[in-house]
């Protein structure tokens, strides 16, 4: 494929530079430039990869939302941004597009840095109502009266502890605030939870829905009630909702306005809608249906979860385009899937739990064959992690699967109601160390360095996927207490994945290779890039010692004293980040016990890492194999150079 291939425009979107432009179309002209969007963003995606179906399915939307709004000084925040690349393309960023997500390219997400439209930085879901109301309450007290602030958020991120939060809140604040409610009963996977079930309930309901149509038939005729046509619209839209839905609709019981639901497809309606709803004064929701993949015939005929970010595909046929060769070890989280799923066929006392992640962790697969044991919470980390203590109150072994980056959301719950109580649950962190495309908001940089300060902590990470299935097996061998296995995004380095289970000494590591000059001591995925860099070094007759350490915490302290008796220099490899992680881990232990020797360390520094090829982060922040080479010759440079002095 061409690295500069032009990507054809349609006769609208080819005019559109930003929202202004977009204001000049006939709104008769919407339903076209929809087409034309949808095909841009298909093309696109198809041949550069990234997430495709919640873009789609929210086409129609971001149109209207730029056509009635004034943005950027009205304001709009996306939740989570996985639907935010028609917005991208819409404010300036069209011809950018095809640098989605790459190396130095474009954001896969809203970023303020990025534009002005992106009023709000996000990746984790369910932070849009919070940051709308804040800046809402903002622009109240700047006297910024006619000023909007419009969050769209999916029915997925609705469930997660902060929106409800911020709804109480924006209830009882008299603000210029409109929440746009995406219904697609989806996060990536289906969406689950009583929330999920109420709008259902709303939006299939037959008796509701042919009475909404006449109330806004009514309500469109206002203007011929005179002077009392407010009190009457009120009257007419509670009435409906109030016999229909019983006495409390749930967002109004928090004093918001409830429209819908409507078709979040048909743009003609949607802006007429908004345009409506922009003069109502107050928190107000607007709940909108629309569809995953919507206007893709695969997407919206196949599975939606995996057409949430289905990779390269042939856009004519739907087909995956992959670079997998079935000889290609499997990625950590199937081998994560594949071995809990085998462990508790044993262990009946094993629990699966993760917070919306069914697919992503694999989990899936224990979902599939004990589904009576695998609980998909919705996104709700701090739930899964109580949920999960509870369950260990009463014997339960829970593995609570969360990506290392989601588990920052759950950290008090991690200290109190996990670590203080010294419960048995297990944390298997997927997405550890740098995750490539998604960037900052994603890489799970932090867990070493947050989790190695908890009393009771057990922290481990896996070299391979043998040792992965091993501290799997470990955990749930003995009452632990808590237990955490981090291990990175991406496949593991084995064909032969499926080892016969071997029950790990909790603290211990292993000698890889006996070398003469300098130790390196690796944590993680990251021992797979020293025992590359010592292929090559031994080429060049440099022989380095490799050490394995498994596990942060508990240390193994007798093997460090050998090391640290052994090799005056000594280098530390992590995929994390550096304050605080396991070289600080390392450092602490040689102040302790007074040593003086030389330590290097190799980690991620101390800025955010945006977003590229896992390959060209590790070498951004040189951890990669060399790296580890450049730096065991700089230092064996420095010893010749002190020798001769």
Known sequence: ?????????????????????????????????????RQYIID??????????????????????????KTPYDQLVWDVGHQAYGHKILTGRKNQFPTNRKYKGLSGFPKRSESVYDTFGVGHSSTSISAALGMSLASKNKKEKSKQHIAVIGDGAMTAGLSFEALNHAGAEDTNLLVILNDNCMSIDPAVGALKEYLTDISTSKVYNKARNKAWKILGKISKFGPNAQKI????????????????NYFESLNFRYFGPIDGHDIKHLTQILKD?????????????????????????????????????????????????????????DVFGETITELAKENLNIIGVTPA??????????????????????????????????????GMVPFCNIYSTFLQRAYDQVIHDVAIQNLNVIFCLDRGGLVGADGATHHGAFDYAFLRCIPNMIISSPINEHELRNLMYTAQKNNHGPFSIRYPRGKGTKIEWRNKFKELKIGKGEKIKEGDDIAILSIGHPGNFVIEANKKLEKKGINISHYNMIFIKPMDEKLLHRIFKKYNKIITIEDGCLKGGFGSSILEFMSDNNYTN????????????????????WKECGIDSITIIKKVKEIMNKNRISQAG
Not at 11 to 23: A, M, N, T
Not at 289 to 317: N, Q, R, V
Request: some cysteine.
């Open 357 to 394: 992640m069914l697919s992503g962790s694999s989990l899936n697969k224990m979902m599939a064959k004990i589904p009576e044991r695998t609980f998909d919470v919705g996104i709700a980390e701090q739930h899964a992690v109580t949920f999960s203590a509870g369950m260990a109150t009463q």
């Open 598 to 617: 030389l330590v290097s360390r190799l980690g991620i520094p101390d800025n955010f890492i945006h977003h590229g090829t896992q390959e060209e982060l």
């Open 277 to 333: 709803l922009k003069e109502i004064p107050g928190p107000k929701i607007l709940h909108c249906i629309t569809e995953k993949g919507k206007g893709y015939s695969y997407a919206e005929k196949g599975d939606t979860t995996k057409w949430h970010a289905p990779g390269l595909f042939d856009k004519k046929t739907g087909k995956a385009i992959s670079s997998q060769d079935k000889k290609n070890p499997l990625k950590y989280q």
């Open 44 to 69: 696109i995606v198809s041949e550069k990869g990234g997430h495709f179906g919640a873009s789609l399915g929210v086409v129609e939307l971001t149109i209207a939302i730029h056509y009635i709004f």
């Open 233 to 248: 619209a009120k009257k007419v839209e509670s009435g409906i909702k109030t016999t229909v839905l019983g006495e409390s």
């Open 1 to 37: 494929m061409e690295k500069n291939k032009k990507y054809k425009q349609g006769s609208l979107l080819k005019g559109i530079d930003s929202p202004d432009d977009l204001r000049k179309l006939r709104r008769s002209q919407l339903p076209q430039l929809s087409k034309e969007l």
